[in-house]
T-cell receptor
Framework: GAGVSQSPSNKVTEKGKDVELRCDPI?????LYWYRQSLGQGLEFLIYFQGNSAPDKSGLPSDRFSAERTGGSVSTLTIQRTQQEDSAVYLC???????????FGSGTRLTVV | AQKVTQAQTEISVVEKEDVTLDCVYE???????LFWYKQPPSGELVFLIRRNSFDEQNEISGRYSWNFQKSTSSFNFTITASQVVDSAVYFCALSERWGTGTASKLTFGTGTRLQVTL
């Protein structure tokens, strides 16, 4: 597609439930990133995928968080047993291989009640 | 470890004023890239500029200009004759070392919220 697409745009979930956030990157972009932006905060790196290489999961805050990227394209970020501190905007970005700027999606605003 | 500091959390100016957003970075790499992104109220981050560590020439794009100084590890962003549409959160970012076939993970600052009023 023309841009990075994320769904849903908003998600409200009850504490303890699992959620899945989806990211559809720009076609041809081999790198895909997930960041989290809490209210009034900067962007916190979560995970990135590059081609067929093992993903860099160093930013995942706990084992409740996981992500996969199928067929080198669409990615799903899963948060199990959600907690209130998981409330944030989850941003996905994609880029070409190398030190290029990212193209970000519009984000998924997750609210855990 | 890489670090980006944007000491100004919020700046308010009146339209047509010039404003400079500060960015200071830390890295052990000799080769790196610096970026600025704009996040308007709509929420989507917009890429503004990328600068590599070997190019210290200042850059101007319309009302925007960037001042990169390796000696002070700074990459400041100036908006000349600010407009209400410039109101947004601006993020500075630094790329981590990359290699052939790898991607480039960005470390972001905490952002500076710019409010331009009439």
């Amino acid at each position: 597609g023309a841009g990075v697409s994320q769904s849903p745009s908003n998600k409200v979930t009850e504490k303890g439930k699992d959620v899945e956030l989806r990211c559809d990157p720009i076609s041809g972009h081999t790198a895909l990133y997930w960041y989290r932006q809490s209210l009034g905060q900067g962007l916190e790196f979560l995970i990135y995928f590059q081609g067929n290489s093992a993903p860099d999961k160093s930013g995942l805050p706990s084992d409740r968080f996981s992500a996969e990227r199928t067929g080198g394209s669409v990615s799903t970020l899963t948060i199990q047993r959600t907690q209130q501190e998981d409330s944030a905007v989850y941003l996905c970005a994609s880029s070409l291989q190398g030190p290029y700027g990212y193209t970000f999606g519009s984000g998924t605003r997750l609210t855990v009640v | 470890a890489q670090k980006v500091t944007q000491a100004q959390t919020e700046i308010s100016v009146v339209e047509k004023e010039d404003v400079t957003l500060d960015c200071v970075y830390e890295t052990r790499d000799t080769t790196y890239y610096l970026f600025w992104y704009k996040q308007p109220p709509s929420g989507e981050l917009v890429f503004l500029i990328r600068r590599n560590s070997f190019d210290e020439q200042n850059e101007i794009s319309g009302r925007y200009s960037w001042n990169f100084q390796k000696s002070t590890s700074s990459f400041n962003f100036t908006i000349t004759a600010s407009q209400v549409v410039d109101s947004a959160v601006y993020f500075c970012a630094l790329s981590e070392r990359w290699g052939t076939g790898t991607a480039s993970k960005l470390t972001f600052g905490t952002g500076t919220r710019l409010q331009v009023t009439l």
